[in-house]
C-alpha cells in the first residue's frame, strides 16, 4: 500500500504516464485528471488474443508483412530484429504528443492506448485494401515489381527500374544492346521476363565495385543503394560521415555511440545528454511537474471535443506514394484538415496513371474509365483528405498555392532534396507569407551529403538503412520486407516529427523547419541491431528466423496450399510441453533437443518432424491450440486473412467507407486509441482535383471568377494528363 501511495503521488506530478495491462489506469486517472495515460501492449486489454503471447516475428506473421517475404515454397521470413516493436513506440509517442496538445484546449489528460498488433498490420502493404476491392492477392514469390539484388565484386546492390529511366538503366548497367529486345523494351514484357533480365544485369556486373555501379545509377537518377551493413554504416559510409550523423555518450564504461536522430528541426534540435539509467539511479531524487494542474484540470474540466486531438489544423500534403501520404492520413485521422495537393502533369505515383494495369487493383478487377480514381493504391492511404489539382508551374497556379499556403499550419513534402524550394514553396518562402509555419521535408537521404540527390523509393531505402544485409535466407542475397517497409515508417516518423513542432508551437508560437532523412529514421528501428554490431566489430549474416532467444524460431508448413504457422519455443518448459502438444514427448528428452543450447544448435533437424505435424492441420487451428498452452505461435496471414481476422475484428480495425467511384468497400484504419478527442478514418480517399475548387475559394480565399479562371487555363483538373 505505501508503495502504491508512492506511485499516485508520482502520477500527480506527471504529464504522461506509460503503463502495462496490470496498471489502474482508473486510479491514476483520478489521481491526476490533467495526465495522459499511456497503454501499450501486445493485443490490447480485450478480444481474443488478449492473453496471446507476442514476439517480433508473431506481429509480422499476423500483420500479412511476413507472408510478402521469402521465395515461393520455402519459409516466408519474419524480418529483422524488433521492428514492430520500435514502430509502436513511435506510435505511441505521437499519440501521446496528440493528446497533450489537445490538453491545452480541454484542460483535460486522457488515456490512450496502442496495440503492437494492430500498429503492425495498419503498416502492411495495402494488399488487404486491393483483397478488399478485387477478392485477389498476389501469390508468394510471384511479385510483378520492377526491383532487383544483384551481387558485385565486393557486396550487393539493389535497384528498382522505373519505366522512365528504362534507357538510362541500360546505359548504366552497360547492357545497351537489351534496350530494344523485345524482351525488355515495354514494360509488360520487361515484367515477364524479369529473371532473365536480372540473370543478364548480375553476369555484367559481378566483377564491378559496388560502389562504382552505384554511382553510375545514380548518376542516372535511378533509385538504387547498396545493402550496407552495420559496420559499414558506422564507418565506411561517407554519406553519414558528411552529415555527422552518429553521437556518442558518456557511459560508465566510457564514451559508446549512438544513433542520430529521428529528424532535424531547426529550433528546437535534439540533444542527447546522458546514457540510460542505471537501476534506481535517480530514486531519491525528488519529481517535480504538474500537481497544480492536476488540481486545476479536476475543477475546471470541460466536455473533450469529438472532432479529434488536432481538429482546427489545417495541412498541405504535398507528398506522393506511401510515406508522405501516410505522414498526412495520421494527421488527418487525428483531426487536422488535409489538402491533398497534385497536379494534371504530376498526379500521385499510387494512383497508377499510365502504368501497367494489374487488376487486383480495382474493383472487381476492372479499371473503369477513371482508374486513377478507383486504384487501391492511392485509395489505401489518403483517407480524410481533401483533394486539390494545381499547377504550380503555371505563375496564377503559384500564386494561388501562396495564398492558401498563408492559411495553414503545416506543409509536408517527401520529394527529392531541393525540390520544395525549386518549386516556390520552401520554408524560406512561406515563412514571410505565414510566421508560425511548419515545413517538413522527408527526403529519402536528406538535405545534405554526397547522397543527398539519391532517388529512393521503400525497397533501396531499407537496403542503405542496413536492413536487408540482416534478411535473408542463408548465404542467400540481401532480401527486402513486404513491398516497401520504410515507407510506413518514414509516414510515422514524418508525423511525430510535425507532433513534435507542433507542440513546440503551441508553448512559444514559433514555427520551424524540419529536416527528416528516412534512411536515418529507418535505422532507429534496429538500433540494437546496428550497436551491438558496431561493438562487436563484425557484422550479423542472414540466418532465416533464427533468433537468439528462441529455438525453434520459424515458419512451417500448415495444411492447404502456401499456408504458414510461425512458431516460436522460448524456454525448455516451453519445448516440453511443445513435444506433448505434437505427441513427441520422446522428442524433449532427445540429448540433441532437451537443452536450449543444445536445441539452437540442432534446429534445422527439427523442421521435419515439426512440419510433419503442422502439415495436418490449418494454421490458425495450431496457433490458437499453442497459444492456448502459453507457446507464441501465429498464422502467417495472407491478405484475405487479415481481413478475416477475429483479433482485428474485435479491435474495430476495419472501416467501411464509399468512395465515389470505387464503391464501398472496407479499409483498415489506424491504431492510435485516444479516449477523450478520438480520431477517425470517416471519409474515403479524394478523387482527382474533387475539391479544387471549394478549396481555392472557401480556403485560399479566390473569388468564384479568379477559380473558374484557373480552370478554363488548365491550372486546375479532374483529369490527369494522358
Request: charged share 15%; glycine share 10%.
Given at each position: 500500500e505505501q508503495g502504491r501511495m508512492a506511485l499516485l503521488e508520482l502520477a500527480r506530478a506527471a504529464d504522461v504516464i506509460v503503463v502495462g495491462l496490470d496498471a489502474d489506469r482508473e486510479a491514476l486517472c483520478q489521481a491526476n485528471p490533467a495526465c495522459v495515460i499511456a497503454l501499450v501492449s501486445d493485443f490490447g486489454d480485450d478480444g481474443p488474443y488478449r492473453r496471446w503471447r507476442g514476439s517480433e516475428m508473431i506481429f509480422q506473421a499476423l500483420s500479412g508483412m511476413m507472408h510478402e517475404n521469402g521465395t515461393a515454397g520455402r519459409e516466408p521470413l519474419y524480418g529483422v530484429g524488433h521492428r514492430a516493436q520500435y514502430a509502436a513506440g513511435v506510435g505511441a509517442y505521437l499519440t501521446v504528443l496528440a493528446a497533450l496538445y489537445a490538453r491545452k484546449t480541454t484542460g483535460q489528460g486522457q488515456q490512450v492506448a496502442l496495440d503492437v498488433a494492430m500498429n503492425t498490420a495498419s503498416m502492411a502493404p495495402p494488399a488487404t485494401v486491393e483483397y478488399a476491392y478485387s477478392g485477389m492477392q498476389e501469390a508468394r514469390g510471384e511479385n510483378r515489381r520492377p526491383f532487383m539484388v544483384v551481387k558485385c565484386r565486393d557486396g550487393w546492390v539493389s535497384i528498382w527500374v522505373h519505366p522512365y529511366v528504362w534507357a538510362a538503366f541500360c546505359k548504366a548497367t552497360d547492357v545497351p544492346e537489351l534496350e530494344a529486345d523485345p524482351r525488355f523494351a515495354k514494360v509488360k514484357e520487361r515484367l515477364d521476363h524479369w529473371a532473365?533480365?536480372?540473370?543478364?544485369?548480375?553476369e555484367q556486373v559481378r566483377d564491378l565495385p559496388g560502389d562504382e555501379l552505384l554511382d553510375r545509377l545514380l548518376k542516372e537518377r535511378i533509385a538504387a543503394a547498396k545493402a550496407y551493413t552495420a559496420t559499414q554504416l558506422w564507418d565506411g559510409t561517407p554519406h553519414l560521415l558528411e552529415r555527422n550523423y552518429w553521437q556518442t555518450v558518456r557511459t560508465p564504461s566510457g564514451r559508446r555511440p549512438v544513433l542520430g536522430a529521428q529528424f532535424r528541426l531547426s529550433r528546437t534540435p535534439s540533444e542527447v545528454r546522458q546514457g540510460a539509467p542505471r537501476l534506481g539511479e535517480h530514486d531519491a531524487q525528488a519529481v517535480a511537474g504538474n500537481a497544480a494542474m492536476a488540481d486545476a484540470a479536476a475543477a475546471n474540466a470541460r466536455p473533450p471535443g469529438a472532432r479529434g486531438p488536432l481538429a482546427g489544423l489545417r495541412v498541405l500534403?504535398?507528398?506522393?506514394?506511401?510515406?508522405?501520404?501516410?505522414?498526412?492520413?495520421?494527421?488527418?485521422?487525428?483531426?487536422?484538415?488535409?489538402?491533398?495537393?497534385?497536379?494534371?502533369?504530376?498526379?500521385?505515383?499510387?494512383?497508377?496513371?499510365?502504368?501497367?494495369?494489374?487488376?487486383?487493383?480495382?474493383?472487381?478487377?476492372q479499371p473503369g474509365e477513371r482508374p486513377f480514381n478507383r486504384c487501391a493504391s492511392f485509395n489505401s492511404t489518403n483517407h480524410n483528405k481533401l483533394?486539390?489539382?494545381?499547377?504550380?508551374?503555371?505563375?496564377?497556379?503559384?500564386?494561388?498555392?501562396?495564398?492558401?499556403?498563408?492559411?495553414?499550419d503545416v506543409v509536408i513534402c517527401n520529394f527529392t532534396a531541393g525540390t520544395l524550394s525549386r518549386m516556390g514553396l520552401g520554408y524560406e518562402a512561406l515563412k514571410p507569407l505565414n510566421d508560425d509555419i511548419i515545413v517538413l521535408e522527408?527526403?529519402?537521404?536528406?538535405?545534405t551529403g554526397s547522397l543527398a540527390k539519391a532517388a529512393a523509393n521503400g525497397t533501396t531505402m531499407e537496403m542503405a538503412a542496413g536492413m536487408c544485409a540482416m534478411i535473408g535466407y542463408p548465404d542467400g542475397a540481401p532480401t527486402t520486407t513486404g513491398q516497401f517497409y520504410p515507407d510506413p515508417m518514414g509516414g510515422y516518423n514524418g508525423a511525430a516529427a510535425v507532433m513534435t513542432a507542433l507542440m513546440h508551437r503551441q508553448t512559444t508560437g514559433e514555427g520551424q523547419y524540419i529536416e527528416m532523412s528516412q534512411v536515418e529514421a529507418s535505422m532507429q528501428f534496429i538500433g540494437e541491431e546496428l550497436l551491438h554490431a558496431i561493438a562487436a566489430g563484425h557484422d550479423p549474416q542472414p540466418q532465416g528466423n533464427r533468433v537468439r532467444?528462441?529455438?525453434?524460431?520459424?515458419?512451417?508448413?500448415?495444411?492447404?496450399?502456401?499456408?504458414?504457422?510461425a512458431i516460436a519455443i522460448g524456454s525448455d518448459d516451453e519445448w516440453r510441453r511443445f513435444c506433448g502438444i505434437m505427441g513427441h514427448p520422446a522428442l524433449a528428452e532427445d540429448p540433441r533437443f532437451a537443452s536450449f543450447d543444445a536445441r539452437w544448435r540442432h534446429q534445422d533437424l527439427l523442421r521435419e518432424p515439426i512440419s510433419q505435424w503442422t502439415r495436418r492441420s490449418a494454421k490458425a487451428e495450431i496457433a490458437n491450440t499453442l497459444?492456448?498452452?502459453?507457446?507464441?505461435?501465429?498464422?502467417v496471414n495472407r491478405p484475405s486473412d487479415v481481413i478475416e481476422s477475429p483479433y482485428l475484428a474485435a479491435r474495430q480495425a476495419f472501416v467501411t467507407l464509399a468512395h465515389p467511384e470505387a464503391g464501398t468497400h472496407s479499409y483498415m484504419t489506424l491504431p492510435f486509441r485516444l479516449s477523450g478527442t478520438p480520431g477517425s478514418q470517416h471519409r474515403a480517399s479524394p478523387c482527382f482535383g474533387a475539391d479544387s475548387r471549394s478549396v481555392l475559394i472557401e480556403l485560399a480565399g479566390l473569388t468564384a471568377g479568379e477559380a473558374d479562371e484557373l480552370a478554363a487555363a488548365g491550372v486546375t483538373s479532374e483529369v490527369p494528363d494522358m
Open positions: 532473365e533480365l536480372t540473370a543478364r544485369v548480375q500534403d504535398l507528398t506522393t506514394a506511401w510515406a508522405g501520404p501516410m505522414t498526412g492520413r495520421i494527421l488527418a485521422f487525428l483531426g487536422a484538415q488535409v489538402i491533398k495537393v497534385e497536379s494534371a502533369s504530376s498526379p500521385d505515383i499510387w494512383r497508377m496513371h499510365n502504368t501497367v494495369y494489374q487488376p487486383r487493383r480495382y474493383p472487381d478487377g483533394g486539390l489539382s494545381l499547377d504550380i508551374k503555371h505563375p496564377k497556379g503559384l500564386a494561388a498555392m501562396h495564398r492558401l499556403a498563408a492559411t495553414v522527408m527526403p529519402g537521404f536528406g538535405n532467444w528462441a529455438a525453434p524460431h520459424d515458419a512451417y508448413a500448415a495444411s492447404g496450399d502456401d499456408q504458414w504457422v497459444q492456448s498452452a502459453g507457446i507464441r505461435a501465429a498464422p
